[in-house]
């Protein structure tokens, strides 16, 4: 059976696209590293690469990246970093939660060497703690909501009353499939309220969770003649907030119950498990929400009653408010958030019945939250292709795809454009998406389908005007897009004349030994005396050398490959080091230039803040890009770890002695 130094585990809500993006990241920095690792997803198709019991055991450390619940305790006692999944989205950041993995405690408590100081305590923060569980329940409930209203809208095709055999259009298969779809949507907050409850009691929790979302759905029956509990009569259903509560509440019941119970013998576990925690975790639960139905019933309707007030205030108002949320952190707890209010929204619509006010808010509602989803990723499309040349071939590629993903619902596609340069490309998203929001609420569309872009336009009431108002959302921030990008390549370009002219090395008054074929750093590229005046003049001014030294042909090529990398994560690391790396074909042959700034270059990120004295920069042709990179890159790294290394080449004036340094450590 294969060993791995590291194990990890990723999941999102929805399980389509975060999950993966943690994966390949993680896998990335690991290799990177040199490390072996596995990585487990929880995707909404199940978990796939699932780790055994023998590879856990075989690991030195875990990283949990996952805002959903990964069953976490099989790692007990291992070194283990735990953190949501936006948290592993760059290989960057991915091999800071490794590095924090290694350097960890076997109680899983991250040592006092992690890398981010601010980031120790995040795995036990309670808002994380809360958001996984809630996310839990809200992966689990996605899939119902979708097959729900998916077919419910579906069942339109034949008539808006097909389903009514009293109706002209009546349609018995039309009837079935919304018969099928209702029940599906009906199951949305008792399986939210259910595995919210399993995140946190695990599978005892099942039983009251699914009482407490079926409770929070029916409210508390009354008899409307007596005015009395009546088992018969009528009650308010509270929504799929007193859902959430439900599940809290029934998880944290099954744990107090764990400890109430914990003095019976041993040989009584089968009897808790089977009655006494169902039993009395579904009572108290019950009791207790039937207790809290009136209270739970009130907050619900003012929640509904304040969105249609934002509706009452104008569609721009309620338009902006959707786009901003969902644009926000696309695919996050702001983006679910409106989400689900959406097919919460859509819920009642679909319940309360075509040509009501209920049913009109409500796919409108959910029209504009979906068209708000649908144009970040279109939006990188129209860019890529309208303005290319500003683009690395890695995010045209990417953007192209974006095509897809944005007109199938899926917003997390516009991620790695948006973490690159989160000012001014988040507003520019939020922009696009409120456009598209605000003309879809004024051009009364609906839609009673609560997932799949463009595959449901069949079943959307005024399908081409949504399709135009997410165009017009997917155009205008497109063209702010290339805007900027356009703006950032002309800088970047202009910063390259405006380096200093080439100056002979001190070390070069006397002849240098010739490097041998497998020096990667040759005497003439060190620069022992330079003075600069910001990061990217002492990237400017390497890419420039690259040229005049024959390893590059095109000096913008490698600037922006520069660029491209220090966006995804800062190469700046410690003691006034840094390790930019540009991976370009406009690069030539694999080799290393060095730059010393003894006054140090300040605006560079690093680890410990201290400004950067030594860049080594790492040029690699694109071919090698897997190979020679990250033999080269983990060598200089592994080497930045010595400190003899450090104060040898942080101390020397002499160009062939730093050539020699450096060389000795890349064998």
């Known amino acids: 059976m294969a060993k791995f130094d590291i194990i990890a585990a990723t999941g999102c809500p929805t399980g389509i696209a975060h999950t993966f993006m943690a994966k390949e990241a993680l896998e990335k920095a690991a290799a990177e590293r040199g490390l072996t690792i596995k990585v487990e997803t929880h995707g909404q198709v199940g978990v796939e690469n699932e780790l055994t019991k023998s590879e856990i055991a075989g690991a030195k450390a875990v990283v949990v990246a996952a805002d959903k619940d990964v069953q976490a305790e099989r790692f007990a006692g291992k070194p283990m970093v735990s953190v949501g999944v936006s948290k592993a989205l760059s290989v960057e950041a991915a091999g800071k939660l490794i590095d924090r993995a290694l350097a960890a405690k076997s109680d899983g408590t991250v040592a006092a ?175 207790v929400m039937l207790g809290i139905s009136g209270p739970m019933a009130a907050i619900n309707t003012a929640m509904m009653d304040f969105l249609k007030g934002l509706s009452a205030s104008g569609a721009v108002v309620l338009g902006l408010a959707i786009g901003c949320m969902c644009a926000f952190d696309m695919g996050g707890p702001v983006n679910k958030a409106a989400y689900v209010t959406g097919t919460a929204m859509l819920t009642e619509a679909l319940a309360a019945g075509v040509g009501t006010d209920t049913y009109n808010f409500g796919t409108n509602f959910m029209a504009a939250v979906s068209a708000a989803c649908i144009v970040p990723p279109l939006i990188t499309t129209f860019a890529v292709v309208v303005g290319k040349k500003y683009f690395s071939q890695e995010d045209h590629d990417a953007g192209i795809v974006n095509l897809i993903l944005g007109c199938t619902h899926i917003t997390e596609g516009a991620i790695p454009f948006m973490t690159k340069n989160i000012w001014p490309v988040m507003p520019i998203m939020m922009l696009g998406s409120s456009i598209a929001s605000i003309l879809t609420i004024m051009f009364n569309v609906h839609d009673p389908a609560p997932h799949g872009g463009f595959l449901v336009l069949p079943v959307v009431e005024n399908g081409p005007l949504w399709v135009l108002a997410i165009l017009t959302g997917a155009v205008v921030g497109g063209i702010l897009f290339v805007a900027f990008k356009k703006y950032d390549f002309e800088k970047n370009q202009k910063a390259a004349p405006a380096a200093k002219p080439v100056e002979a090395p001190k070390a070069a008054a006397v002849e240098a030994p010739k490097a041998e074929a497998a020096d990667f750093v040759k005497v003439e590229n060190v620069f022992v005396a330079e003075d600069f005046a910001s990061r990217d003049e002492a990237l400017s001014f390497v890419s420039n050398q690259a040229v005049k030294a024959g390893i590059a042909s095109d000096a913008d090529a490698v600037m922006n490959a520069f660029l491209a990398r220090e966006a995804e994560g800062t190469t700046g690391m410690m003691e006034g080091f840094a390790i930019p790396h540009a991976k370009s074909d406009a690069i030539t042959e694999a080799a290393v230039i060095v730059v010393k700034d003894e006054s140090g270059v300040t605006g560079w990120d690093t680890m410990d803040g201290a400004p950067v004295n030594v860049a080594i920069a790492l040029l690699i042709p694109g071919a090698q890009a897997g190979t020679t990179h990250l033999k080269i890159l983990s060598k200089v790294a592994e080497a930045l770890m010595d400190e003899e290394f450090r104060a040898t080449v942080k101390g020397s004036t002499d160009a062939a002695e730093i050539a020699k340094t450096i060389n000795a450590r890349l064998v």
């Open 113 to 287: 060497a992690a890398d981010v100081e601010d980031e120790v305590e995040e795995k036990e923060s309670i808002g994380h703690v809360i958001y996984k569980h809630l996310m839990n329940g809200v992966s689990h409930m996605l899939v119902f909501v979708v097959a729900g209203g998916v077919l419910t809208a579906v069942s339109f095709l034949w008539g808006i009353t097909s389903f009514d055999s009293t109706a002209s259009d009546y349609n018995s298969f039309a009837a079935m499939l919304k018969i099928i779809g209702g029940i599906a949507m009906n199951l949305m907050v008792p399986v939210l309220s259910a595995y919210i409850a399993e995140s946190i009691g695990k599978r005892p929790a099942l039983v009251p969770g699914f009482v407490a979302g079926m409770i929070a759905i029916q409210g508390l029956p009354v008899n409307a003649e007596t005015g009395m509990i009546d088992a018969g009569g009528a009650g308010v259903g509270f929504g799929f907030l007193g859902g959430i509560v439900g599940g809290f509440l029934a998880g944290y019941v099954i744990l107090l119950l764990e400890k109430v119970f914990a003095g019976l013998p041993k040989n009584l576990d089968g009897l808790k498990a089977i009655f006494l925690y169902p039993l009395f975790s579904t009572a108290i639960v019950g009791l």
